[in-house]
């Protein structure tokens, strides 16, 4: 069975759940060679739109945090260079993946990565009832937590659990060694997402014209604002309250 001694594990805490509507606030990653870890990346990320107050509860970063952080092409970018050729490690690392593959359909950049999922191992060596999200994860295993939800501090401990993951399925005498292998093969990571376009000048039009008029106060962030974001946006408006007659 092969024992994986070079890889890069990665964590990013992001503004909410969709790939679509969110945004990176920060990332960690971890270069590991011959099984320690050899160097380390991580920043925190303007997302340029609020966070909000329950992700900040959950990672402890702020609005004023990420304010003056780096900007999401240089952090990414300078990520994604940082991967390099490497098989990457994460907890539930298609997740995180999505955001990086978003970025790079945006931007006509091509990323393919091959990944392993200590999730996905936990769940083949764990009883069902065990709590496998990283926290419970590793406290199972006794590895200590520094900051939770911090993306270079769940980076490091991604990899250490990856390494007790990894050890154990050497040791189990109950698997056969094909089934270690499968279990410890990287997977291409496929993730569908479409490239997103900046939203035209007529919706931008239509929407300023319909939050005068009705006096809506949501905060959008124009220059980020999307072609389908603002669509969706003029319709929740126009069933919400209707089309005025002076902008129809």
Not at 107 to 124: F, G, I, Q, V, W
Not at 144 to 171: P, S, V, Y
Not at 189 to 206: F, I, M, Y
Not at 221 to 245: E, F, K, M, V
Request: with cysteine; aromatic share 8%; charged share 30%.
């Amino acid at each position: 069975m092969e024992m994986w001694n070079d890889y890069t594990v990665i964590d990013l805490e992001m503004t909410g759940l969709s790939v679509k509507e969110d945004r990176i606030t920060e990332i960690g990653a971890v270069r590991v060679q011959n099984g320690q870890i050899a160097d380390t990346y991580g920043m925190l990320v303007n997302p340029h739109r609020p966070i909000p107050q329950r992700i900040t509860e959950i990672t402890g970063i702020t609005d004023a945090m990420v304010e003056n952080a780096m900007e999401p092409d240089e952090a990414i970018g300078g990520l994604i260079d940082f991967i390099g050729e490497d098989v990457i490690v994460g907890q539930n690392v298609i997740f995180d993946y999505s955001f990086l593959k978003q970025w790079a359909v945006n931007r006509k950049r091509p990323l393919e990565l091959k990944a392993l999922d200590t999730l996905k191992l936990a769940r083949k060596l764990l009883p069902q009832e065990q709590p496998k999200n990283l926290e419970a994860l590793c406290s199972y295993y006794q590895i200590r937590r520094e900051q939770g939800h911090r993306a270079l501090d769940d980076a490091i401990q991604t990899q250490r659990l990856f390494e007790i993951l990894m050890n154990e399925i050497a040791k189990r005498p109950d698997l056969k060694e094909r089934d270690k292998e499968a279990y410890l093969k990287p997977a291409v990571l496929q993730c569908k997402v479409k490239k997103q376009t900046p939203a035209t000048s007529h919706q931008v039009e239509r929407l300023r014209e319909l939050m005068d008029y009705y006096q809506i106060e949501d905060e959008i962030i124009w220059d980020t604002l999307t072609r389908s974001q603002a669509s969706r946006l003029i319709d929740q408006y126009y069933a919400a309250y209707g089309r005025p007659q002076k902008i129809r």
